[in-house]
């Protein structure tokens, strides 16, 4: 079993920035860590994900606005949001893969609104 420490999400105004981490309790090598994320009556859907050895991938909406980042040390993977726009609103889940098996956090909420 994997827990997560989520934190960083919040209100921010549009253009905003925020900052997501996520803390997973042990190291899993070969494991990809992300971010996915609900807005209301939506689906869940992927912000990003990276792997061990550092290849992202992101979701075309998010391009250019938002960075992942991961530090393997610390089994923690970072979320950089800048130029927030209304619809990143939404509950934000760190996601773990590991061995074709996926483990959730909790989720943060983020809120972008004037």
């Known amino acids: 079993q994997v827990q997560f420490v989520e934190s960083g999400g919040g209100l921010v105004q549009p253009g905003g920035s925020l900052r997501l981490s996520c803390a997973a309790s042990?190291?899993?090598?070969?494991?990809?860590m992300g971010w996915y994320r609900q807005a209301p009556g939506k689906q869940r859907e992927l912000v990003a994900d990276?792997?061990?050895?550092?290849?992202?991938r992101y979701a075309d909406s998010v391009k250019d606005r938002f960075t992942i980042s991961r530090d393997n040390a610390k089994n923690t993977v970072y979320l950089q949001m800048n130029n927030l726009k209304p619809e990143d609103t939404g509950v934000y889940y760190c996601?773990?893969?590991?061995?074709?098996?996926?483990?959730w956090g909790q989720g943060t909420q983020v809120t972008v609104s004037s």
């Open positions: 996601n773990l893969k590991f061995v074709a098996r996926d483990y």
């Open positions: 042990r190291n899993m090598f070969g494991s990809v």
């Open positions: 990276i792997t061990n050895g550092g290849s992202a």
